[in-house]
T-cell receptor, first 112, second 114 residues
Framework: QQKVQQSPESLSVPEGGMASLNCTSSDRNFQYFWWYRQHSGEGPKALMSIFSDGDKKEGRFTAHLNKASLHVSLHIRDSQPSDSALYFCAASEQRNNNAPRFGAGTKLSVKP | EAAVTQSPRNKVTVTGGNVTLSCRQTNSHNYMYWYRQDTGHGLRLIHYSYGAGNLQIGDVPDGYKATRTTQEDFFLLLELASPSQTSLYFC?????????????FGEGSRLIVV
């Protein structure tokens, strides 16, 4: 079983709406979390990282981390058609020489 | 921005065939990774390396070998390809660990085993 779970599997929001993506981990060794975005035909690209409890805002994107519950969320306000993509949550341990693990992804569709 | 180049971009092989996927990064990163992407599973870690000559086993290593010949080059080898290895493969690199472990991905190599 994957150590990082994401929900929902897919999400459709109208242009200008709010999209909310969720991620939870079953491994308390994970201390660092990222959101990656993958457009069709491309490799994933890091969207934002979050390492401390609370909110982190970058433009229209806000990430929230609750380390006690190992829950991370990503909220996209004023969603645009260009936000339509596959979004991955990734988590990494604090120790050296380990590799990030990814969730199964959430497919976001923004309808004009 | 970090540059990671994969080749070939597309490959079709027969069951039992021999395949090598190549990855080169020009970012002077120490860490390199191979993931496979499948619908419903997301990105799963096959092998990774934290330097030339080093190899670490990931979560789905069966049927795969890897070799890190230089800091820049990381290869994934399928010596007896099976249909279950039909997938989209991504190579990535990163410059640090912990909070510095942001990955930079290549464009992917699509492999079909018939």
């Amino acid at each position: 079983q994957q150590k990082v779970q994401q929900s929902p599997e897919s999400l459709s929001v109208p242009e200008g709406g709010m999209a909310s993506l969720n991620c939870t981990s079953s491994d308390r060794n994970f201390q660092y979390f990222w959101w990656y975005r993958q457009h069709s035909g491309e490799g994933p690209k890091a969207l934002m990282s979050i390492f401390s409890d609370g909110d982190k805002k970058e433009g229209r994107f806000t990430a929230h981390l609750n380390k006690a519950s190992l829950h991370v969320s990503l909220h996209i306000r004023d969603s645009q058609p260009s936000d339509s993509a596959l979004y991955f949550c990734a988590a990494s341990e604090q120790r050296n020489n380990n590799a990030p693990r990814f969730g199964a992804g959430t497919k976001l569709s923004v309808k004009p | 921005e970090a540059a990671v180049t994969q080749s070939p971009r597309n490959k079709v092989t027969v069951t039992g065939g021999n395949v090598t996927l190549s990855c080169r990064q020009t970012n002077s990163h120490n860490y390199m990774y191979w993931y496979r992407q499948d619908t419903g599973h997301g990105l799963r870690l096959i092998h990774y390396s934290y330097g030339a000559g080093n190899l670490q086993i990931g979560d789905v290593p069966d049927g795969y070998k890897a070799t890190r010949t230089t800091q820049e080059d990381f290869f994934l080898l399928l010596e007896l390809a099976s249909p279950s290895q039909t997938s989209l493969y991504f190579c990535a690199s990163s410059g640090g660990q912990g909070a510095g472990n942001t990955l930079y991905f290549g464009e992917g190599s699509r492999l079909i085993v018939v």
